[in-house]
């Protein structure tokens, strides 16, 4: 079992940046693929980025958003920069065996965090 904690979202503005934190529970963490989601008002959860060996990222974020983790602090963070009113939503860290930009295929999640970015 794996517990994830999110921190970090707040009210920025546009152009800002803020950095969101997932700190996970368990021995296990480094063999877990570690994933960030987001949802917006009325829209369905979707994939932002995820890290294994290797980063992936969805288009609307590349260049803007850096994800990394912290094997030793059992921590992934999100790096988010010149953030759009568009990035708004709650942020969800996940864990899982691989990533994946398909929900369904991560095993556990924090409760979210909520990201504003004002115009």
């Known amino acids: 079992q794996v517990q994830l904690i999110e921190s970090g979202g707040g009210l920025v503005q546009a152009g800002g940046s803020l950095r969101l934190s997932c700190a996970a529970s368990?021995?296990?963490?480094?063999?877990?693929?570690m994933g960030w989601f987001r949802q917006a008002p009325g829209k369905e959860r979707e994939f932002v980025a995820a890290i294994r060996g290797n980063t992936y990222y969805t288009d609307s974020v590349k260049g803007r958003f850096t994800i990394s983790r912290d094997n030793a602090k059992n921590t992934v963070y999100l790096q988010m920069n010149s953030l759009k009113p568009e990035d708004t939503a709650v942020y969800y860290c996940a864990a899982g065996p691989f990533y994946s930009t398909y929900e369904a295929n991560w095993d556990y999640w924090g409760q979210g965090t909520q990201v504003t970015v004002s115009s």
């Open positions: 368990g021995r296990t963490f480094s063999t877990y693929a």
